[in-house]
């Protein structure tokens, strides 16, 4: 089946595991999942029988299959991968995303608030009033649908942290993504994230070096 989003790339590299070596492999860590032209290639580390295996594994896009895969051989005392805890970044993630979940249940609520008393005005003595209500409506249910997008991509860029893919959470909590959220979803959400943005692109680098 296609591969169109890291959790479908970790899911093959996961059944490749199991088919290798027969076991689905302990303490299974994915350092890294980067989507490449018509490939994925994952860096992962897991247990089997009490030694830990170092892959860098490609996935091939349309059909999720295993390409390819070379063991990287890493010195005794080479650290095993640790996710990070749930630290200032992931504080600031879950802070944004509540927020920007509170601001869609206000837009949509009051978007549809807006509509049904423009409709009950359109039918009423106040034919201008019903009719600057469903303008008001449609403006904010718009906000709304922008707003869910923004709440869907916060929490896939949390998931990604919590999971330990601080490389792709930092590339996906773009620069771009915090200024929409400053104007569409409010001035909280959009500092959390882009405060977010500066703490995790500063975690991969230590982690890097």
Do not use: C, H
């Not at 080479?78 to 996710?83: A, L, S, V």
């Not at 920007?100 to 837009?107: E, Q």
């Not at 049904?116 to 009423?124: A, E, I, Q, R, W």
């Not at 590339?171 to 771009?176: G, H």
Request: no cysteine.
């Amino acid at each position: 089946m296609p591969v169109n989003d890291v959790e479908s790339a970790e899911v093959s590299v996961r059944q490749w595991i199991l088919k290798k070596f027969g076991t689905q492999g302990e303490n299974v860590y994915f350092e890294s999942v980067r989507r490449e032209t018509t490939t994925w290639s994952v860096d992962v580390q897991f247990n089997i029988g009490g030694y830990r295996k170092y892959y860098t594994v490609s996935v091939d896009s349309d059909t999720g299959s295993v390409t390819g895969y070379n063991e990287k051989f890493r010195p005794f005392s080479f650290p095993p991968y640790i996710p990070p805890s749930k630290g200032t970044s992931s504080m600031l993630l879950l802070g944004a995303l509540i927020v920007s979940i509170i601001v869609v249940i206000i837009f949509i609520s009051q978007g549809l608030t807006n509509l049904v008393s423009g409709m009950f005005g359109l039918y009423s003595s106040s034919v201008l009033g019903g009719v600057g209500r469903i303008v008001m409506g449609i403006f904010l249910l718009a906000f709304g649908i922008i707003d869910i997008y923004l709440t869907v991509e916060i929490n896939s860029i949390r998931e990604m942290f919590d999971r330990g893919d601080i490389k792709s959470a930092a590339a996906s909590n773009t620069l771009a993504l915090g200024v929409v959220s400053l104007i569409f979803d409010g001035i909280v959400p959009g500092i959390l994230l882009i405060v977010a943005r500066e703490e995790m692109s500063r975690l991969d680098v230590k982690r890097a070096a």
